[in-house]
């Protein structure tokens, strides 16, 4: 080591052409960690190779790589909170799990759920984009605080107009607790599941990231297409018919 030490400090030409290299490392890492790496793992991964290049230069005694080793490391750190950001939130949201309402559940009367069918299916044939998320153990209360509070009937009119294009609560998800429509306008943090189409939209996104951090059960509406969509434990599926969703709700909510 000590050979390598001393070749170095004698052949200035070599030492610049290492330090460049050890740049040129670090730059393609960043690059790299920019548009491909999301996981944590090759987060440290990357983190214990910068630190061994700066480990190297510093033993070499190479200035350039010392100088902007800090630089890199603050552009590392920052990167890191961006993309760990999402999964942070996620985290957050997942331990509302824990606040649970199961001295407190109500359930849904079947004219309710007629209602939600209804709607459903109404909107679905006029190609008009829903989100209806159904409440069940978990609390969606941290949800329905910063939405519009409606705290209404259901009906399957309502639902409609809280919907069509030209309303001002059409955008956002309506939570349904019981036979009460709490609040229409909720906004959810979107999946980050990467085994998803990437043409999924982010209506069909935020329906599943709910799903994902609580035990509700959310209908979607395609905007696009008409076709509905429940979601539920971060898994999708396609409903073709009202009786068909009338199954899934009693299913999901139990008689």
């Known amino acids: 080591m000590e050979q390598i030490i001393q070749f170095f400090e004698d052949n200035k030409v070599a030492a610049i052409c290492l330090d460049a290299y050890f740049m040129l490392i670090i730059i393609t890492l960043i690059v790299f960690f920019i548009f491909r790496i999301r996981k944590f793992l090759s987060l440290v991964i990357i983190g214990i190779i910068i630190a061994a290049i700066r480990y190297v230069a510093e033993l ?6 010392n100088t902007y080793y800090s ?23 997942s331990g509302h799990k824990a606040d649970t309402r199961a001295d407190m559940v109500i359930s849904s009367t079947e004219t309710t759920k007629e ?4 709607a459903v299916f109404n909107l679905s044939s006029m190609k008009v984009g829903a989100l209806i998320t159904i409440e069940q153990h978990n609390s969606l209360e941290q949800y329905a605080e910063r939405a519009i509070q409606l705290n209404s009937d259901i009906s399957r009119e309502l639902l409609e107009q809280i919907f069509i294009k030209d309303s001002p609560l059409h955008d956002g998800a309506v939570i349904i607790r019981g036979n009460k429509i709490v609040c229409a306008g ?3 943090v979107l999946t980050q599941d990467d085994t998803l189409e990437k043409t999924m939209g982010s209506r069909h996104r935020a329906a599943i990231g709910i799903s994902e951090v609580t035990d509700s059960l959310t209908i979607i509406v395609s905007e696009e297409t ?11 599926v396609a409903i073709d018919n009202k009786n068909a969703l009338l199954e899934y709700v009693n299913l999901f909510l139990g008689k």
């Not at 209602?115 to 209804?118: H, N, S, W």
């Not at 008409?226 to 999708?236: D, S, Y």
């Open 186 to 188: 909720a906004y959810y």
């Open 60 to 65: 070499l005694n190479l200035k350039i790589s």
């Open 71 to 93: 630089i890199f490391m603050l552009v590392y750190i920052f990167l890191v909170v961006a993309i760990i950001a999402p999964d942070i939130r996620k985290l957050m949201d």
């Open 226 to 236: 008409g076709n509905v969509h429940v979601a539920t434990a971060g898994c999708m």
């Open 115 to 118: 209602a939600i069918a209804d």
